[in-house]
């Protein structure tokens, strides 16, 4: 398992965005995560890659250091490429670097601080003909695919009308002055940049219209806001939008809109039909028809189209999270073998089923096999 | 990464569940799969783990063999613990050997053909002192878990009634006639037990209701029905049930359910308040109250108890789903990678967001951070 | 306005079915209330006629002192039905007796206390050649027709499986035990029959799936239960239902499903599609097909069959309940001018929207306006 | 039934919105239509009084002459009120004469066809001493009751964000050249003024956020377009809001959303909580919460309000609309009366249950009863 060999700058202990670069490095059996310079000591550093099962000697202390040592390896051990889960302000500096090194490169988002930082560094991925790739992981969901998919078929029509929005509460509090180390940085010019809330998931609203439309945005106009005492940079907005194509629309993103967890959704209306879709339920893209009943697409499901259905990982009705869910399993028995292997004595600690519950569920079976075959009859399992 | 070691049988090339194993397996880290039995034939089984990325030497053309040839390996090398996800009829033989020959198991359901092999595989369990889990992944979900939390705490009361259903529709027709591989083992009593969609989904609906409850089924009054001509086993069924604390309810599963997806639903009503969860929007756990208004628990959200905070991979919002969605992003780029190594040119072939989806998300930043400066007036991107 | 005359009997002060038939008959102006025997006695009688604005020599003091003297006025004064609204056992000598005088009826669901009342009524009815109409009322929803229509039609094929659900909470505790009226003669068998929760809501999803499927149960295996202490009608019931065209299914029943208001819902499978729909969202119809997406049919909405969008009073996407929320205005419209009739001075105590916020509206329109022509530029109101 | 007599202007046959005022009004009993102008020639306005029930004394050619020979009849005679429900550029003309001549009125919106008129009519309003209502009815839903309580009670702190939408598909082609009445008048500049959809349904938008927030709008910048071909008044607008406590946010509407049909909906967020609610769905008001979970609001529902329940006709989980399902019944049985009226021979041709129903249902609680009493055994209905 692992045909790709993975190095990771940032991401230690304590890192949200991290640690879910991880698991999604993994799902597919594609890659294996081998070195990282997981935080700005050494010595955190080597305490992640302990956790993370990786040896020592591909534990570094700073991202230079990871990049000149990999180049040196030979190509069958050295990783294929790095991934960048840093602040913003430190996505630019490896990503030069390992490029420059010629290592491919995958990155989150906001790709840099600046916007001179993000245009040099589209000239450094062109010459140095290696690949990089951007997190924006909303168009990542099947249901975004198929929306792409059926407007670039024309099935919509003319695309007239655009409303997308992306509501977080997070910051509804003062949150940054807890502690909390991902809002500390947030709210901080210096590592986040000129964009807030802006920055952080008015870009991923930004990127899914352009993706699922296939326009662009030609001009806006912009109302941000700082809600939260003693913020500089936004924590709202509430932006007019009209795309090149004549299309006419609003974004409105909030992490002050209080009690919101994660709402990213957009609506997108052509001549002929629209589409309606949330993040928080991704498994469902809504079509509204001029003249027949509204419709609902889901992955795998019933008109699905190639391009969407060629991301689904399981049959239709198993929604986004099945794989997580059975994962969940597999965790707790992981890590009772691991307790095991640690030579504690066998005690089912973590919650997984056991052969009690299979032997429970042959009974089941039996019992109303024979209730049935009895004409509906009482049977005591 | 992995610091366990799978062995699995069954899963070869056209398998879905044995696809799921691996991807559930993989997504914590914790878990490599180093060898297999993919298949009936050597040939086979050989081209999956090539497939896979298993070397040659760990791709068996029998579980027997495998298991035997493992045992001989020095115990830093040999699987730690196998995983069966062949038809039922193949659960029991390589689960009882695996167990003997020292190794542990992880098993699809429903656990056994007969009901008579169950009861031996619990003895067998016992007496080898080996962990053995069943892949119920339904009670997997963090707000199934969050279900059992608030009963076993008293939230919901006494519980006096529970309704489960499990509808699906894929044997709305009859696939079985069309060579779709796995229809023809669910309808074949030998392969699959004398249960058809009992067996299949009855038992996880049986599962799952015993699971959140905290009590069992003590007596039930099936109606079964094959409404597939030429049918043996049941592809429908509805059950009365009573349960041992005295709560009554029903269940009702379908595969001839036309339209179906995987519509896995329970309600449990208590004396003080009631719970609602459906699999196919597995983020939302329902809860209704005496004298309170209606409320919706989210994985990592508002009200959450550890019991099922522990078990989320993500922050409040993020679907399951969210790491899927993500992964694709990973896939794509790995792909591309994947096809450089093989030599081919770099040509973006695969649908990820590049260095110009980056660019252009500065420039959003810019452009709504200046029109904002400048009281919202309309400034291009 | 209103062209029949109709006399009420029960439906006095506090009588929850009474008011909604009130007023369920005077929506179309096809019908006015003209007399009644509100209440077993007069005086009270005398009370609700008056603040019903019936004149006293219309207000009865028993039905039977009003069948006899409505009889006797010329007939365009009398009334022209009887609309029965009293407790189960109060529905038979009702209208046996209005029947037998020469009036149509129209009375509440069940029909009667007993099955040999029915079937006498059933004789009464045919040899009086009057009109007698039920209001099993949840057949009257534009989407409930839509669903009949479907079937009859043939769009789903032929019916397989019927799952219908019938959940309040309302008798959760012991409110008949607090003197709340209607409890007290819910859980009483000497005015509600032999069935409790089964009378009063069982009988509605008997015959909403009856109505809706075109085909009748043939046989039923039920499971009835009294959770409430002390009460010897059953308050919750499970039941197998077979239907005589081969369908099977459940139907399950509560008013001890803590926290659920009126959840009435229905799913009905055919050979080609399924159909699902619950009263407390009446405005969905959810199509589901071998083929194709889901669907949802709306009233008014695209893809309705006359036979439903003949009882839609109001366009699509105007919910069942905005003719409601319009008369919210008239009522409180005319609440004021009926205070200022009794010699009041003019005070808004009413919540209903004035001059202000008309003029209001105007400066919103012209303030949009202006701000759009000049390139959406700030514009105060 | 009626204590108040109401006479119309404008509704007669083909209008969608006088029926609905019609309705509206007959609802709680409290008022008669007794006259009308309800068209623009006497001989249409008289055929629409027949087939209201009007007698032919009251039904005028003009509001004019309405307004006059009304205001001679004698007190009890004589109209209260008059209901306006012209388009736009007629509610100045005959709302200015009804008030000079003491008559009280109800008023469709937007209120006038321009702003001088508004605010010479708010003059006329408070020299008149007379009643002005105008129906925004998205006000009278009992849940946006609710919100507005909620937050004027302070339950969601300081508001600092709204976003309102009121999405319709219904000029998403050209009607306006098919001869649809009212499609021809909404998109005249002459008689709508100078907002077509802005004025039709922004002016609902804008008066429910002011009505629910309980603070203005302060300052916009709109964004309005007119899609259709050949269109003069917008059919489409995007707006950004600032309010006068602070607050921002965004208003979408449109007429060409294909496929929407009267999505009105809110979002607003406070410091301590937020709400979500739309019309579509108008049962369900969401509250979201700093730390709570996610609650669900229902009309008569727990945690209610009385400023919402005061405004609740039927009990908790009876939706909105229940009671025109129910009268759909009263309806079809009435049309039935009224053929037999006029002497048609007694044939049931209008849908509605029957005795035969009653007796079916009596079967059934029969068969439940005796099965259950046999332990669930299965009875023959």
């Known amino acids: 398992m692992g045909l790709l060999k993975m190095g990771m700058i940032g991401g230690g202990a304590g890192s949200f965005i991290g640690d879910v670069h991880r698991k999604a490095a993994s799902i597919d059996g594609m890659i294996t995560l081998v070195c990282g310079a997981f935080s700005s000591t050494e010595e955190k550093s080597l305490a992640s890659a302990e956790a993370l099962g990786i040896p020592k000697n591909r534990a570094y202390g700073s991202f230079e250091e990871m990049i000149k040592k990999e180049a040196l390896l030979p190509e069958e051990e050295r990783m294929d490429f790095v991934a960048i889960v840093t602040p913003n302000h430190m996505h630019f500096p490896p990503a030069k670097m390992a490029l ?9 988002k906001p790709m840099t601080l600046t916007l001179d930082e993000a245009q040099e560094l589209e ?5 140095s003909q290696k690949v990089f790739a951007l997190t924006h992981n909303y168009t990542g969901y099947p249901m975004v695919k198929q929306a792409k998919a059926m407007i670039s078929k024309g099935d919509l029509g003319i695309i007239r009308k655009v409303n997308v929005q992306y509501l977080q509460g997070w910051l509804s509090t003062a949150v940054e002055k807890t502690g909390q180390k991902q809002a500390s940085w947030r709210v901080d010019p210096k590592k986040s940049g000129i964009g807030g809330a802006l920055g952080d998931i008015g870009t991923h609203a930004e990127n899914l219209v352009e993706y699922i439309t296939g326009t662009q945005i030609e001009e806006l106009a912009a109302d941000l806001s700082a809600f939260g005492e003693g913020r500089t940079l936004d924590d709202d907005g ?10 006419k629309g609003t974004m409105t993103f909030s992490q002050i809109a209080t009690g919101e967890e994660n709402n990213l959704g957009v609506k997108i209306y052509g001549t002929k ?23 609902i697409f889901t992955p795998g499901g019933n008109g699905g189209y190639p391009e969407a259905s060629d ?8 929604p986004e999270g099945y794989l997580e869910g059975f994962a969940t399993i597999y965790r707790s028995f992981a890590k009772e073998l691991i ?9 089912k600690k973590f ?3 056991t052969v009690k519950d299979g032997t429970r569920g042959m009974k089941f079976i039996y019992a ?7 004409n509906a009859k009482w049977v005591k399992i």
Chains 1, 2, 3, 4 share one sequence.
Not at 273 to 295: C, D, F, H, M, V
Request: glycine residues 6%.
């Open 100 to 108: 420059e090194h010629g290592f491919h490169v995958i990155c989150d």
């Open 123 to 127: 000239n450094i991925v062109e010459s």
């Open 238 to 247: 509430n932006i007019l939008l009209r795309f090149k194509n004549g299309a």
């Open 273 to 295: 039909g629209s589409l309606e879709w949330y993040q928080e339920n991704p498994n469902e893209l809504i079509a509204r028809w001029l003249e027949q009943p509204k419709q």
């Open 311 to 318: 991301y689904v990982r399981i049959p239709a009705g198993h």
């Open 339 to 347: 307790n095991i292997k640690n030579g504690q004595s066998m005690a």
């Open 351 to 353: 919650d997984f089923p």
């Open 368 to 374: 109303a096999v024979k209730s049935s075959s009895d």
